[in-house]
T-cell receptor
């Protein structure tokens, strides 16, 4: 039982390059999330997926796309990376509880992305 | 506007001393409230959550938090801090609907002196 896994752990991109951050969970959770963490700003929600086949925008979706490939996997894509997207990215998951979503209670280890 | 404020960016306490981390929120509806901990280089871990009912909630690792509606606060406490508690702590607030849209505070870094 690995929990939430993320790949890669580190990445350096040049402005304009594209890449996909991968996330997978093995807890049979329904909901998955992508956050970014910047110094002094806490975590901000980029996109989330309440269940397989659905995705919704969070607080800061511009410049990103997501795919909920199946129940286990939720990927985040940067089509044309910008220096403002330099950040630490966390994937998280949660299960539905009593008719409403639990908060994200399992986080991956993060991907540290630098855009030059 | 919805927001979460953690007034203390950095706190230092001696090992064995008591701890209180402050969290104030601004939220239009009845909030769901959470505390997370992040150890260096790690992802976040949920410490405790408040949905309704008893305003004093118990969490993991000996932490507790008290919801005070009149003060719009949800402060985190621990009676006796251990060196392993050194980490960054985040307060978060979310809607009572079927989403995961949490708003996080900026975080409080806890340093523990031996």
């Amino acid at each position: 039982n690995a929990g939430v896994t993320q790949t890669p752990k580190f990445q350096v991109l040049k402005t304009g390059q594209s890449m996909t951050l991968q996330c997978a969970q093995d807890m049979n959770h329904n909901s998955m999330y992508w956050y970014r963490q910047d110094p002094g700003m806490g975590l901000r929600l980029i996109y989330y997926s309440a269940s397989e086949g659905t995705t919704d925008k969070g607080e800061v979706p511009n410049g990103y796309n997501v795919s909920r490939l199946n129940k286990r996997e939720f990927s985040l894509r940067l089509e044309s990376a910008a220096p403002s997207q330099t950040s630490v990215y966390f994937c998280a998951s949660s299960e539905l509880t009593k008719g409403f979503s639990s908060p994200p209670d399992v986080f991956g280890p993060g991907t540290r992305l630098t855009v030059l | 506007a919805q927001s979460v404020t953690q007034p203390d960016i950095h706190i230092t306490v001696s090992e064995g001393a008591s701890l209180e981390l402050r969290c104030n929120y601004s939220y239009g509806a009845t909030p769901y409230l959470f505390w997370y901990v992040q150890s260096p280089g790690q992802g976040l871990q949920l410490l405790l959550k408040y949905f309704s009912g008893d305003t004093l909630v118990q969490g993991i690792k000996g932490f507790e938090a008290e919801f005070k509606r009149s003060q719009s606060s949800f402060n985190l406490r621990k009676p006796s801090v251990h060196w392993s508690d050194a980490a960054e702590y985040f307060c978060a607030v979310g809607p009572s609907s079927n989403t995961g849209k949490l708003i996080f505070g900026q975080g409080t870094t806890l340093q523990v002196k031996p």
